[in-house]
């Protein structure tokens, strides 16, 4: 397929490197984050430039692919596309010859690796813009978000149930410091605010927990905090946003950059 677009930009906010307690001047480049498109936008996409097929023609072809894809690493096979490569793989330690798989501390799980194709496609063709926007977040971060109906951690949350949220400076205030301040979910897809949560079970500054709307459709979510709590009794001046990095998903599991 003949490109239409030879060069492309990421625009990326500063934000505070925390690790380096020592140095105050270290930041990390935080890409900007756009809607995040299905298979069918991609589809869509490339009928636009091929005429000859039809978006549903082409969805249908890669569902059967992918299917296909999924049923081979369940098989215990690698699969490697013109993007990325899929291995199967077994988290954590066992002990003993005897290859004992503990459940509680083993998974199967497949990593997910760029090929040589995209990264060099994405080295050579792809230039990094500042915004200019310098994200001061103090410390402040959302450590871990756990589905209490099912224990997980992994991303995946259940309509209805319990959120419980862990971190640092992550508690939701409003500017007068009494009322709680904006926490939605917001959907990758469409970058829509797809839920708010004005009440809150637990608002602390290194715990939160909430239900989650009971009506939540399938999706991919982003947790997002905006708040004007710092530390003690003392606000910001002006609200400081804080997002979980991966997404929340309702339905059909979730994927991270290193596995699935």
């Not at 009928?47 to 081979?72: K, Q």
């Not at 988290?91 to 997910?112: R, Y």
């Not at 829509?192 to 459709?217: E, K, W």
Request: aromatic share 6%; net charge negative; hydrophobic share 35%.
């Amino acid at each position: 397929m003949d490109e239409k677009v030879k060069n492309y930009s990421w625009t990326y906010d500063l934000e505070e490197y925390t690790m380096t307690k020592d140095v105050a001047e270290d930041y990390t480049a935080k890409v900007q984050a756009r809607p995040t498109l299905s298979l069918a936008d991609i589809a869509r996409l490339v009928a636009e430039e091929r005429t000859e097929y039809r978006p549903d023609t082409l969805v249908n072809t890669a569902d059967i692919m992918e299917e296909m894809i999924r049923r081979m690493i369940c098989q215990g096979y690698a699969v490697q596309t013109n993007t990325a490569l899929y291995t199967p793989c077994i988290t954590g330690v066992l002990m003993g010859t005897k290859g004992l798989f503990d459940p509680a501390k083993n998974a199967c799980v497949v990593n997910l690796s760029p090929t040589q194709a995209l990264r060099q496609e994405v080295t050579k063709k792809v230039t990094p813009v500042f915004s200019g926007h310098v994200r001061s977040m103090g410390g402040a971060r959302i450590a871990l978000v756990k589905d209490v109906t099912t224990g997980k951690t992994d991303g995946t949350i259940t309509p209805g149930g319990l959120l419980d949220v862990t971190g640092s400076k992550i508690r939701c205030l409003a500017a007068d410091g009494v009322s709680v301040g904006s926490l939605t979910l917001v959907n990758t897809s469409t970058q829509a605010v797809a839920a708010t949560i004005t009440t809150l079970g637990l608002n602390d500054p290194s715990r939160l927990m909430f239900n989650i709307p009971a009506n939540l459709a399938d999706g991919s979510y982003l947790l997002r905090i905006e708040t004007y709590f710092t530390s003690g009794v003392s606000l910001l001046k002006s609200v400081r946003t804080i997002e979980y990095p991966r997404p929340l998903v309702v339905g059909g599991g979730s994927e991270s950059p290193d596995e699935i």
